[in-house]
């Protein structure tokens, strides 16, 4: 070759090799909805959360744009803006959207089902993962946990519940599978919008209301009108939900798609680590500030009552749909299995330790 | 310029545009020691699934290399290994260590202390990791949460524990800080090499020993040689460690640090989601194939003995030293905080739901 020419081809090879690594250094930028309103409290840090890990860890290449409710205005849209690739991702809980796939329902929680540690190891040991699967590819969607808020509280109250009469006529906001349970007790379930909870609740609009627990109660001021706080049956361990499209996941380089599964694991599981540290530290707070605040049990009869409704409505459903079917059997037959080891080890460690006590 | 000084000079960018790539990309190998054997269950694959992580989220900038004890030959010499950079990185737990620093002793479970999603708050969103790097730091060291085993058993007994009286003199494995506190019950505690345990407990060498919890135990066969499984009280939540050398640390690129801090901090969830999977699953192969296997909890006396046990050796160690008080009081006071949590939400509902039966 002539010198030139040498040289033509020493620039072409140099050019060729910068643009492979150019391309490896592409910047992808994804955008999110999410359910939740700006500077939501535990779920709007779990997805910056996620969004800064995945940014950090690709040195800038995956880029994550988080849009809020008063952004997007759809904060139940988000499988329907997901789906149709208006957002490449969501944030939200997937059974809000059972009205439009009944089966989403089951991969957020069910009453009398398990607590978070047990739903994880199904998840992700066992069948969980594939099932969501099955529910969410049709949509053209890819389907992660996106954060757990630990054990939901059974509601406030503002008089005791005694016994099944005391439900017969009860004015109740509950919304979802839980409210439908209630409704089969005799119980009157209505749903108002959060803005208008404390007021209805204070003027006797209603008799009770079901939130989350005390991290995300104590903001709405329920423990300063009401004096009964009941544990919970109905959402033993809500995990909300990462929604991508899957023609974005398909895009991304190998490397990236990595770094997103792995972004999103991390957010959801420390979503309930700081679940806990609020809820412990905003039940204190309500105790020290307004002693007359009472935790509460149901009484058995409640409780069996709740779970045979439970069961009915499940059973329902199960014969409804073959997919609905396969997935509350094996939720059943893990969680069968898996309460036995939480009965011997965290159950009986927590009854032995401090027998004296139940709060 | 003239057309060859043009067209050098262009090279020359070029060039240098490319070495700035080049070392962008270029590749760390990092060596980690584990405590553990080759093919180790649930600990053994923690490491890899950290590692793997690492490797396919960096696009294999990020290779780390794992030894098994079997190559280094120092199971419980990880911590000295890593500090004096024989190894970048180390997985092991923060007890063993205790000989040689006292405060280390901390950071993996206390007894009576904190449930695993209680000791994760502390961790990560209490003073949990502030006070590790206090102790850590001194020798050159970062250490981080490396997965949690569960709540563990008491321990597998040939003859029931009636009362403090059965304690007397009662051979039984138990190492570490909870053996302290047995003999301060009359228990003859020896150590036993873990090959040799099976057959000391058969031919009555010793009548008791600890391990860990069904998932890790049902290799060893102690089910089928004791029938009282009893629960735990010494090790809640006992949570394994990575351990890096800070100079490994520091010559990371920022990218590279994120994504290796994100890995373990997964992995670490990981295994207490895998560890409760399989404790459910070995658990129930336990009753099926060995009905006679009995789950047992100590009774109030022996329970009420062994935390004021417990509490006195804490407040020695307190005493001799501002750093242990530290790390003491902020656990004890976290623990009373979290626990009133625990008990309204999981505790209450474990106890509702199925109130007929302990195990």
Same mark, same amino acid.
């Given at each position: 070759?002539?010198?030139?020419?040498?040289?033509?081809? +020493?620039?072409?090879?140099?050019?060729?090799?910068?643009?492979?690594?150019?391309?490896?250094?592409?910047?992808?930028?994804?955008? +999110?909805?999410?359910?939740?309103?700006?500077?939501?409290?535990?779920?709007?840090?779990?997805?910056?959360?996620?969004?800064?890990?995945?940014?950090?860890?690709?040195?800038?290449?995956?880029?994550?744009?988080?849009?809020?409710?008063?952004?997007?205005?759809?904060?139940?849209?988000?499988?329907?803006?997901?789906?149709?690739?208006?957002?490449?991702?969501?944030?939200?809980?997937?059974?809000?959207?059972?009205?439009?796939?009944?089966?989403?329902?089951?991969?957020?929680?069910?009453?009398?089902?398990?607590?978070?540690?047990?739903?994880?190891?199904?998840?992700?040991?066992?069948?969980?993962?594939?099932?969501?699967?099955?529910?969410?590819?049709?949509?053209?969607?890819?389907?992660?946990?996106?954060?757990?808020?630990?054990?939901?509280?059974?509601?406030?109250?503002?008089?005791?519940?005694?016994?099944?009469?005391?439900?017969?006529? +009860?004015?109740?906001?509950?919304?979802?599978?839980?409210?439908? %349970?209630?409704?089969? +007790?005799? %119980?009157?379930?209505?749903?108002?919008?959060?803005?208008?909870?404390?007021?209805?609740?204070?003027?006797?609009?209603?008799?009770?209301?079901?939130?989350?627990?005390?991290?995300?109660?104590?903001?709405?001021?329920?423990?300063?009108?009401?004096?009964?706080?009941?544990?919970?049956?109905?959402?033993?361990?809500?995990?909300?939900?990462?929604?991508?499209?899957?023609?974005?996941?398909?895009?991304?380089?190998?490397?990236?798609?990595?770094?997103?599964?792995?972004?999103?694991?991390?957010?959801?599981?420390?979503?309930?680590?700081?679940?806990?540290?609020?809820?412990?530290?905003?039940?204190?707070?309500?105790?020290?500030?307004?002693?007359?605040?009472?935790?509460?049990?149901?009484?058995?009869?409640?409780?069996?009552?709740?779970?045979?409704?439970?069961?009915?409505?499940?059973?329902?459903?199960?014969?409804?749909?073959?997919?609905?079917?396969?997935?509350?059997?094996?939720?059943?037959?893990?969680?069968?299995? %898996?309460?036995?080891?939480?009965?011997?080890?965290?159950?009986?460690?927590?009854?032995?330790?401090?027998?004296?006590?139940?709060?």
């Amino acid at each position: 070759m002539p010198k030139l020419t040498r040289i033509r081809f +020493l620039i072409a090879v140099l050019a060729f090799t910068c643009s492979i690594t150019a391309m490896a250094q592409e910047t992808y930028r994804l955008k +999110l909805a999410e359910t939740w309103g700006p500077n939501s409290p535990i779920l709007g840090e779990t997805t910056r959360n996620m969004a800064a890990m995945a940014e950090k860890m690709s040195a800038g290449r995956l880029q994550i744009r988080i849009d809020s409710s008063n952004k997007h205005k759809a904060p139940f849209g988000i499988f329907e803006m997901v789906k149709a690739g208006q957002y490449d991702m969501g944030h939200t809980a997937s059974y809000y959207y059972k009205g439009l796939i009944p089966n989403a329902m089951y991969f957020t929680t069910v009453p009398f089902g398990m607590i978070a540690p047990e739903q994880y190891a199904w998840f992700y040991y066992g069948d969980g993962m594939a099932l969501m699967e099955k529910v969410y590819r049709p949509h053209g969607l890819l389907s992660f946990p996106g954060g757990n808020t630990g054990n939901q509280m059974g509601g406030w109250f503002r008089e005791q519940i005694n016994s099944l009469e005391d439900l017969q006529g +009860l004015k109740m906001r509950t919304p979802g599978f839980a409210g439908e %349970v209630m409704a089969e +007790l005799g %119980v009157a379930v209505t749903n108002i919008p959060p803005g208008e909870l404390y007021t209805a609740l204070e003027r006797g609009t209603i008799d009770a209301l079901e939130w989350v627990g005390p991290a995300l109660d104590f903001q709405m001021g329920f423990h300063q009108i009401a004096e009964y706080y009941y544990s919970g049956w109905q959402e033993p361990g809500a995990e909300v939900q990462f929604l991508i499209n899957e023609k974005t996941w398909a895009k991304l380089p190998e490397d990236l798609q990595e770094i997103l599964r792995v972004s999103m694991r991390t957010a959801a599981y420390d979503m309930y680590a700081q679940s806990t540290h609020l809820s412990g530290e905003a039940w204190a707070r309500m105790k020290q500030d307004y002693p007359e605040v009472s935790h509460e049990t149901f009484p058995p009869e409640v409780i069996d009552a709740l779970r045979t409704a439970t069961r009915k409505l499940l059973a329902e459903a199960a014969e409804e749909d073959p997919l609905a079917k396969e997935i509350i059997s094996s939720q059943a037959a893990y969680l069968e299995q %898996v309460r036995q080891w939480t009965n011997i080890s965290d159950r009986a460690y927590l009854n032995t330790v401090s027998p004296e006590t139940g709060d």
